[in-house]
Protein backbone atom coordinates (compact mmCIF):
# COMPACT_ATOMS: atom_id res chain seq x y z
CA UNK A 1 0.00 0.00 0.00
CA UNK A 2 2.61 2.16 1.01
CA UNK A 3 4.58 1.71 -2.54
CA UNK A 4 1.42 2.26 -4.41
CA UNK A 5 1.07 5.69 -2.61
CA UNK A 6 4.67 6.87 -3.87
CA UNK A 7 3.67 5.69 -7.04
CA UNK A 8 0.19 7.88 -7.13
CA UNK A 9 2.08 10.70 -5.32
CA UNK A 10 5.25 10.93 -7.95
CA UNK A 11 2.57 10.53 -11.16
CA UNK A 12 0.84 14.08 -9.60
CA UNK A 13 3.81 15.81 -8.17
CA UNK A 14 7.08 17.51 -8.81
CA UNK A 15 9.04 14.64 -6.38
CA UNK A 16 12.86 15.02 -6.30
CA UNK A 17 13.90 12.10 -4.38
CA UNK A 18 11.97 8.61 -3.29
CA UNK A 19 12.74 6.10 -0.27
CA UNK A 20 11.21 3.38 0.80
CA UNK A 21 12.40 1.54 3.80
CA UNK A 22 10.47 -1.71 5.05
CA UNK A 23 10.80 -3.19 8.76
CA UNK A 24 11.48 -7.35 8.88
CA UNK A 25 11.30 -9.92 11.04
CA UNK A 26 10.59 -13.90 11.32
CA UNK A 27 7.03 -14.62 11.11
CA UNK A 28 5.93 -11.13 10.62
CA UNK A 29 4.40 -9.40 7.83
CA UNK A 30 6.61 -6.41 6.54
CA UNK A 31 5.91 -2.71 7.54
CA UNK A 32 6.66 -0.07 5.12
CA UNK A 33 7.78 3.53 5.34
CA UNK A 34 7.20 5.89 2.12
CA UNK A 35 9.65 8.98 2.16
CA UNK A 36 8.74 11.61 -0.50
CA UNK A 37 10.75 14.60 -1.27
CA UNK A 38 9.91 17.77 -3.16
CA UNK A 39 10.25 21.81 -2.94
CA UNK A 40 6.45 21.99 -2.89
CA UNK A 41 6.50 20.37 -0.08
CA UNK A 42 6.82 21.87 3.84
CA UNK A 43 9.52 20.65 6.38
CA UNK A 44 6.34 19.68 8.58
CA UNK A 45 2.92 17.95 8.68
CA UNK A 46 1.18 18.33 5.30
CA UNK A 47 -2.45 16.96 5.49
CA UNK A 48 -2.43 16.72 1.58
CA UNK A 49 0.44 13.78 1.37
CA UNK A 50 1.41 13.03 5.06
CA UNK A 51 -0.49 9.86 6.04
CA UNK A 52 -0.82 8.80 9.60
CA UNK A 53 -0.42 5.30 10.91
CA UNK A 54 -4.17 3.73 11.04
CA UNK A 55 -2.85 1.51 13.88
CA UNK A 56 -0.11 1.27 16.30
CA UNK A 57 2.16 -1.17 14.47
CA UNK A 58 4.72 -0.77 11.94
CA UNK A 59 7.77 1.93 11.33
CA UNK A 60 7.00 5.29 10.53
CA UNK A 61 7.92 8.69 11.08
CA UNK A 62 7.64 10.28 14.69
CA UNK A 63 6.70 13.72 14.54
CA UNK A 64 5.11 15.82 17.36
CA UNK A 65 3.75 12.64 18.79
CA UNK A 66 1.98 11.58 15.80
CA UNK A 67 3.19 8.69 14.11
CA UNK A 68 3.29 8.72 9.85
CA UNK A 69 3.62 5.87 7.57
CA UNK A 70 3.84 8.40 4.01
CA UNK A 71 6.38 11.52 5.26
CA UNK A 72 5.88 14.11 2.35
CA UNK A 73 8.91 17.00 3.00
CA UNK A 74 11.27 19.55 1.21
CA UNK A 75 14.04 17.89 2.80
CA UNK A 76 15.42 14.82 4.73
CA UNK A 77 14.96 16.73 7.90
CA UNK A 78 17.82 16.72 10.68
CA UNK A 79 16.87 14.68 13.73
CA UNK A 80 13.94 13.23 12.66
CA UNK A 81 12.97 10.37 14.44
CA UNK A 82 11.69 7.42 12.92
CA UNK A 83 10.05 4.79 15.20
CA UNK A 84 8.91 1.33 15.21
CA UNK A 85 6.89 -1.25 17.35
CA UNK A 86 8.42 -3.72 18.10
CA UNK A 87 6.93 -7.68 18.46
CA UNK A 88 8.03 -10.46 20.60
CA UNK A 89 11.36 -11.35 18.67
CA UNK A 90 14.71 -9.59 19.02
CA UNK A 91 16.09 -9.47 15.48
CA UNK A 92 14.72 -7.30 13.03
CA UNK A 93 15.78 -6.02 9.43
CA UNK A 94 15.76 -2.77 7.54
CA UNK A 95 15.80 -2.79 3.83
CA UNK A 96 16.00 -0.18 1.29
CA UNK A 97 14.22 0.05 -2.04
CA UNK A 98 12.39 2.27 -4.35
CA UNK A 99 14.96 5.01 -4.15
CA UNK A 100 15.76 8.26 -6.56
CA UNK A 101 17.08 11.28 -5.82
CA UNK A 102 19.52 12.80 -2.82
CA UNK A 103 21.17 10.38 -0.78
CA UNK A 104 20.40 10.63 3.73
CA UNK A 105 21.52 9.00 6.54
CA UNK A 106 20.16 7.38 9.36
CA UNK A 107 21.73 7.07 12.73
CA UNK A 108 21.34 3.99 14.78
CA UNK A 109 21.66 5.45 18.51
CA UNK A 110 22.22 2.32 20.03
CA UNK A 111 24.66 0.30 17.57
CA UNK A 112 25.81 3.53 17.30
CA UNK A 113 25.93 3.35 13.45
CA UNK A 114 24.96 4.98 10.33
CA UNK A 115 23.32 4.16 7.24
CA UNK A 116 23.75 5.94 3.92
CA UNK A 117 20.83 5.47 2.10
CA UNK A 118 20.91 5.50 -1.30
CA UNK A 119 20.46 3.11 -4.05
CA UNK A 120 23.02 0.42 -3.39
CA UNK A 121 21.92 0.63 0.78
CA UNK A 122 22.51 -3.04 1.73
CA UNK A 123 20.40 -4.43 4.60
CA UNK A 124 20.58 -3.44 7.97
CA UNK A 125 20.39 -6.12 10.49
CA UNK A 126 19.84 -4.86 14.34
CA UNK A 127 18.43 -6.64 17.51
CA UNK A 128 16.53 -5.05 20.69
CA UNK A 129 16.90 -6.22 24.43
CA UNK A 130 14.03 -8.27 25.80
CA UNK A 131 12.75 -5.43 27.37
CA UNK A 132 12.68 -3.64 24.53
CA UNK A 133 9.59 -6.03 23.09
CA UNK A 134 6.43 -5.22 22.73
CA UNK A 135 6.34 -1.68 22.40
CA UNK A 136 6.83 1.37 20.55
CA UNK A 137 10.60 2.55 19.97
CA UNK A 138 11.17 5.93 18.81
CA UNK A 139 14.45 6.61 19.74
CA UNK A 140 16.58 4.90 17.86
CA UNK A 141 16.81 5.65 14.10
CA UNK A 142 17.37 9.20 13.48
CA UNK A 143 17.49 10.73 9.78
CA UNK A 144 20.59 12.88 9.85
CA UNK A 145 21.76 13.20 13.14
CA UNK A 146 23.26 15.87 14.06
CA UNK A 147 23.77 16.84 18.07
CA UNK A 148 24.40 20.17 17.26
CA UNK A 149 21.54 20.90 15.27
CA UNK A 150 19.33 20.73 18.43
CA UNK A 151 18.49 23.82 20.64
CA UNK A 152 20.12 22.83 23.86
CA UNK A 153 20.80 20.00 26.26
CA UNK A 154 21.21 18.53 29.75
CA UNK A 155 22.85 15.86 31.05
CA UNK A 156 20.83 13.88 34.73
CA UNK A 157 22.75 13.38 37.36
CA UNK A 158 23.61 10.45 39.33
CA UNK A 159 19.99 9.77 40.49
CA UNK A 160 18.47 10.80 37.55
CA UNK A 161 17.49 14.35 37.92
CA UNK A 162 18.40 17.50 36.95
CA UNK A 163 16.67 20.95 37.24
CA UNK A 164 16.63 23.16 34.00
CA UNK A 165 15.45 26.18 32.21
CA UNK A 166 15.99 28.09 28.98
CA UNK A 167 14.97 31.22 27.36
CA UNK A 168 13.05 30.30 24.55
CA UNK A 169 9.96 27.48 24.91
CA UNK A 170 11.14 23.49 24.29
CA UNK A 171 10.06 20.02 24.00
CA UNK A 172 11.89 17.26 24.96
CA UNK A 173 12.97 15.02 22.00
CA UNK A 174 15.84 12.48 22.23
CA UNK A 175 15.96 10.26 23.69
CA UNK A 176 12.55 10.04 24.78
CA UNK A 177 11.25 9.29 28.18
CA UNK A 178 12.33 12.22 29.87
CA UNK A 179 9.48 13.39 32.68
CA UNK A 180 9.40 17.02 33.02
CA UNK A 181 7.79 18.49 36.54
CA UNK A 182 6.40 21.52 37.34
CA UNK A 183 7.04 22.50 41.90
CA UNK A 184 4.35 23.77 43.92
CA UNK A 185 5.88 24.27 47.38
CA UNK A 186 3.70 22.46 50.54
CA UNK A 187 4.80 24.17 53.83
CA UNK A 188 8.19 24.45 54.14
CA UNK A 189 10.33 21.11 53.08
CA UNK A 190 8.15 20.17 50.70
CA UNK A 191 8.24 20.73 46.58
CA UNK A 192 5.67 18.80 45.05
CA UNK A 193 6.18 18.15 41.47
CA UNK A 194 3.24 17.53 38.67
CA UNK A 195 4.51 15.83 35.46
CA UNK A 196 4.09 19.09 32.29
CA UNK A 197 4.32 18.70 28.54
CA UNK A 198 7.29 21.17 27.61
CA UNK A 199 9.45 23.86 29.05
CA UNK A 200 8.27 27.37 28.80
CA UNK A 201 10.80 30.10 28.27
CA UNK A 202 12.56 31.25 30.89
CA UNK A 203 10.77 28.98 33.40
CA UNK A 204 12.56 26.60 35.99
CA UNK A 205 11.48 22.96 35.84
CA UNK A 206 12.89 19.40 37.59
CA UNK A 207 13.81 16.67 35.22
CA UNK A 208 14.13 13.22 35.72
CA UNK A 209 15.67 10.07 33.62
CA UNK A 210 18.00 7.37 33.40
CA UNK A 211 21.14 8.29 35.27
CA UNK A 212 24.13 10.03 34.20
CA UNK A 213 22.26 10.65 30.54
CA UNK A 214 22.09 13.42 28.10
CA UNK A 215 18.81 15.15 26.92
CA UNK A 216 18.19 17.11 23.82
CA UNK A 217 16.03 19.64 23.19
CA UNK A 218 13.95 21.46 20.19
CA UNK A 219 11.46 24.70 19.67
CA UNK A 220 8.09 23.68 20.94
CA UNK A 221 5.46 24.42 22.93
CA UNK A 222 2.96 22.47 25.12
CA UNK A 223 -0.70 22.90 26.57
CA UNK A 224 0.41 22.44 30.52
CA UNK A 225 -0.60 25.46 33.23
CA UNK A 226 2.07 26.98 35.07
CA UNK A 227 0.60 29.37 36.84
CA UNK A 228 1.57 27.74 40.30
CA UNK A 229 4.72 26.64 39.49
CA UNK A 230 7.42 28.07 42.21
CA UNK A 231 10.63 26.91 40.50
CA UNK A 232 12.73 29.46 39.00
CA UNK A 233 15.20 30.11 36.18
CA UNK A 234 18.85 30.88 37.07
CA UNK A 235 18.95 33.87 35.49
CA UNK A 236 16.75 35.68 37.59
CA UNK A 237 18.61 35.03 40.52
CA UNK A 238 20.96 38.11 41.97
CA UNK A 239 23.89 37.69 43.76
CA UNK A 240 23.02 37.45 47.69
CA UNK A 241 19.25 36.31 47.49
CA UNK A 242 18.69 34.62 50.67
CA UNK A 243 16.61 31.29 51.80
CA UNK A 244 17.61 30.10 48.40
CA UNK A 245 17.93 25.81 47.08
CA UNK A 246 19.43 24.16 44.34
CA UNK A 247 19.06 20.72 43.48
CA UNK A 248 21.69 18.29 44.62
CA UNK A 249 21.66 14.69 44.50
CA UNK A 250 18.00 13.84 45.03
CA UNK A 251 16.97 16.89 46.91
CA UNK A 252 17.19 20.60 46.99
CA UNK A 253 19.69 21.88 49.29
CA UNK A 254 19.88 25.89 51.09
CA UNK A 255 22.58 27.57 48.18
CA UNK A 256 25.21 29.84 50.93
CA UNK A 257 27.52 30.83 47.74
CA UNK A 258 28.38 34.19 46.62
CA UNK A 259 28.57 33.82 42.81
CA UNK A 260 25.95 33.55 40.28
CA UNK A 261 24.42 30.71 39.81
CA UNK A 262 24.80 27.70 36.70
CA UNK A 263 23.33 29.25 33.46
CA UNK A 264 20.07 27.26 31.95
CA UNK A 265 19.51 25.58 35.73
CA UNK A 266 16.65 26.02 37.65
CA UNK A 267 16.42 27.24 41.91
CA UNK A 268 14.01 27.76 44.62
CA UNK A 269 13.29 30.81 47.10
CA UNK A 270 11.42 30.40 50.36
CA UNK A 271 9.97 33.93 51.31
CA UNK A 272 12.26 35.94 53.45
CA UNK A 273 10.53 36.05 56.80
CA UNK A 274 10.93 31.74 56.47
CA UNK A 275 13.29 29.71 58.63
CA UNK A 276 15.14 27.88 55.96
CA UNK A 277 15.27 24.14 56.38
CA UNK A 278 18.27 22.23 55.77
CA UNK A 279 17.10 20.36 52.84
CA UNK A 280 13.38 20.63 50.87
CA UNK A 281 12.22 16.73 49.21
CA UNK A 282 10.73 16.52 46.31
CA UNK A 283 7.29 14.32 46.36
CA UNK A 284 5.81 13.47 43.02
CA UNK A 285 2.02 14.22 42.87
CA UNK A 286 1.96 14.66 47.12
CA UNK A 287 1.99 10.98 46.91
CA UNK A 288 5.74 9.19 46.24
CA UNK A 289 8.45 10.43 48.44
CA UNK A 290 11.51 10.83 45.94
CA UNK A 291 13.96 10.25 48.35
CA UNK A 292 12.73 7.20 49.25
CA UNK A 293 11.84 5.70 45.94
CA UNK A 294 13.57 2.60 44.38
CA UNK A 295 15.06 4.24 41.45
CA UNK A 296 16.69 6.71 43.79
CA UNK A 297 19.17 4.15 45.19
CA UNK A 298 22.60 5.37 45.28
CA UNK A 299 24.09 4.08 42.05
CA UNK A 300 27.34 1.93 41.96
CA UNK A 301 29.61 2.20 39.63
CA UNK A 302 31.43 -0.75 38.61
CA UNK A 303 34.22 -2.50 36.03
CA UNK A 304 33.46 -5.21 33.76
CA UNK A 305 35.58 -6.67 31.05
CA UNK A 306 37.67 -3.63 31.26
CA UNK A 307 34.50 -1.10 31.08
CA UNK A 308 32.26 0.84 33.07
CA UNK A 309 28.85 0.25 34.05
CA UNK A 310 26.64 1.74 36.82
CA UNK A 311 24.19 -0.51 38.63
CA UNK A 312 20.73 1.01 39.82
CA UNK A 313 18.69 -1.65 41.97
CA UNK A 314 17.75 -4.50 39.49
CA UNK A 315 19.12 -2.29 36.52
CA UNK A 316 22.52 -1.66 35.10
CA UNK A 317 23.42 1.07 32.38
CA UNK A 318 26.42 2.11 30.25
CA UNK A 319 28.12 5.34 30.74
CA UNK A 320 25.65 6.84 27.91
CA UNK A 321 22.74 5.97 29.79
CA UNK A 322 22.14 2.64 27.80
CA UNK A 323 20.66 -0.60 29.39
CA UNK A 324 22.33 -3.30 29.24
CA UNK A 325 21.75 -7.40 30.10
Known sequence: MCAMCLSLAMSAQSITSVSLITLSSAGQPDKELGMLMSSS??????????AQSINESGIYVYYQGARYTTWASNAYSQNLPIGFYSCDNNDYTLKFSGFS????????LVANQTINVNAATPNYDFSISDDKKGIAINDRFIINYNPAAFETSLTTN????????????????????????????????????????????NTGVIVYGTPNTTYYFAAGTGTSDFSDNILRPTSAYTIGDQNVFVLKGNALLQY?????????????????????????RMVINQTT??????????????????????????????LQGQMVK
Not at 41 to 50: E, I, K, L, P, Q
Not at 101 to 108: F, H, L, P
Not at 167 to 188: H, M, R
Not at 294 to 303: D, I, Y
Request: a negative charge.
Open 158 to 201: DYGWASFSYDANLQSTLPIGLKIYKGALQGTETLNLTEVNYVPA
Open 41 to 50: FSDGFDNSWD
Open 256 to 280: VGNTALAANKAYLQLPGTTTAPQRI
Open 101 to 108: GEEYQIYD
Open 289 to 318: GVENAEALEAPVKFVENGQIFIRRGNEVYN
